[in-house]
């Protein structure tokens, strides 16, 4: 590393130019992306059921709705209505809208073709109580109004927004089409204590504010943090504007290249630069701490640098090394984002060690001697470090056995606490307890049927072939069984169900027969009445229908798992008959990912660990010291598992991610105290005198770096997005207690000979 500092350093203008233009055309790069709000893309855009999904899309349109439902004294009253219907007509004509359903869409109550419209029909109930009664009666009876339009009580309403399949993918147009349709239902005089925003649309709308709120306050919060950090640790400007420097510039070079691969950033990757920026400064840290004892020791400027790439060049490079072993792993996981996630996190490891080795000798070549002619760190920040670092090798030299059978307790601790660890797939979940859209899915479940939707289509294998009066009552028959034998379906519609109950409603034909006849009747009227609406119901051809299945289940693995029961009663019933059902719907697609991405994640974990382990061995060339030297690193993760167990009522997930980024960073703290120590055990062939060394040259860097990472992270605590929220809780949970195995219990294992080399 020597040579490779005094190359850049010989070549500094050169270098300067060649990364400045790199940075310009990564901030080029960055004015072209957007960051995408389509939870397929998020989780399944490589999964041929994804694709097969899009295609019924197409055929059918979009499952994604957006739910507004309103709190009335009686929503059945005349104002209430009239209202309704101001706001009903205004989305209609709302860019992206393909389809607006509420009660006023229901034919038997509110006809299209009543004489006068549907103002007409308002008036006649509001003035005749017994008319509204029979209405009310009718309108909760309806299989897709009762208990999804229109409350048991008749005191809360909803209104079904979807989408158009191509719609809000954007960021800002997911945000901006969300609050738009809100206000149009404050411009009709809702109030808005009474508005309440739930489904898939409303939830990613949210997750897309943190995301906005990460980008746009988040990382210029963590950055001035860990200014203010360095300068009070160094009380010098200098290494806070260097760190600074290069941390910036590697987190322009990593997202220019993401954007550039891709315009469409998703929702987790938002969270690339403050990791970035965060491992720069760990870099960067350690060599300006190195720099400064150096240049303690001579009045050479340039030597004093050249001698920082001795101290801890080689060991930045196995801890780069390691750190990108971590995040890379994560690529193997079978869904885009966290295969983005893990190549990116990789990328942005390698161009934060290729910067630090650059451009910090760069950038302290141009300063004036002067400015760093006082060695070492703040007097203060010296003192507290000293004294922490003093009792730490003071109990781990003296006591080693109680060390490591206080760790050993610890240990015990945290695989019974990953015993109880509860895993939950509730995406309304992941926001905040007090996310006004999180309290509002859990206002609609209470008053509604709830507002997870399984869409079931039926299929028959010649045209028309589910118009047969065989296939038709099979279907409503099917409908009924869904309701009355499975726990976890509240409703269960399709075309069959309404036409069937529309000709049982109609006074005298309560008993008409269903036949070819009677089916194509029905169709051709409902098709004149309302084509948009057939068509989202019944394809041209009549070869295949979309079946409604609304669930009382909230989590994406238990929508899945009801998928697959409702999927085997359709068969049952079904069998005979030249009609197949096949269950879909986004919920549900995801759900049946999730057990296979824990199962991915887990098997990335083991991979990093032993791949890592290999590079430990490989390191120190034993394999002994690099076997032993994974004691300390391994701690932390089930650290991280029984504290979830024993403190959380449930994690969903992403934790996991946690434990993939943890192991390559947590490792870093062994990586930089083992390296040192075989230095100065080379110098002294003393274990007491090479362990006193190491705490002094290397803990320092090792505190250091740790308490900029863990306070670099802290910020994301305010993120109401759960999967955002647990870098700043979990992270440095696990950097804290990798500290301090590194300081405590791997001397401990030196002392007692276990780990040598």
Partial sequence: MRGYFQFVIRHRIPALVIIALISGAGVWSLQNGKISSSLG??????????????????????????????????????????????????????????????????????????????????????????????????????RFTGGILLSEDSRHGAVLITTLADGTNDMEDSISWVEGIHAVFLRQGYREENLHRAGGIAIVSEMMKQTHFNLERLFPIVCLLLILTVYVLFRKLWPALVSTSIAIVAVIWTMGIAVWLDPEVSIMLAAIPAVILIISFSDVIHLCSAYLLELGKTSDKTEAILRSAEDVGKACIYTSITTFVGFLTLAVVPTPIFRKLGILLGLGVGIALLLAMTLFPILLSFLRPENTSRGGIASVSQGLLDRFLSLTQRISLSVPWLIIVFFAGLLGLSIFGISKITVENDIALRLGENNPVRRDTAYFTEHFAGTNVLDLYLQSEKDGGLLEPKAFEAIVELEKKLVNELAEVDSAASFATILTEFYRRLPGNEDLPVNRFTINLGVREFERRDPEGLAFLLNSNRQRMRVFVRLNVAGLRETHQAGEKVARLAAEQLKGLPVKAEPTGMAYLIGGWLDRIILAQKKGVGISFLVISLLMIIAFRSLRAGLWSMIPNALPLLVLGGYVGLAWEFTDSDTFMIAMLAIGMGVDDTIHFLTRYRLELARHADVTTALSNTYHYAGRGIVITTLILTIGFCPFIFCQYFSLRILGTLLPLVLIVALLADLLLLPALVRLRLLRF
Avoid: C
Avoid at 52 to 79: K, M, N, P
């Fill in 41 to 142: 893309k998020l989780f399944l855009a490589d999964s041929p059921a994804y694709d097969h999904y899009l295609s019924r899309v197409e055929e059918f349109g979009s499952d994604e709705q957006l739910i507004i439902a309103f709190e009335e004294e009686d929503v059945l009253g005349a104002d209430s209505l009239r209202r309704l219907l101001l706001a009903t007509e205004a989305i209609r004509k709302a860019a992206g809208v393909a389809r607006v359903m509420s009660l006023l869409d229901n034919e038997m109550v509110f006809a299209k073709s009543t004489k006068g419209g549907i103002e007409a029909r308002i008036e006649e109930l509001s003035g005749s109580r017994e008319k509204t009664e029979a209405a009310r009666a009718t309108l909760l009876g309806d």
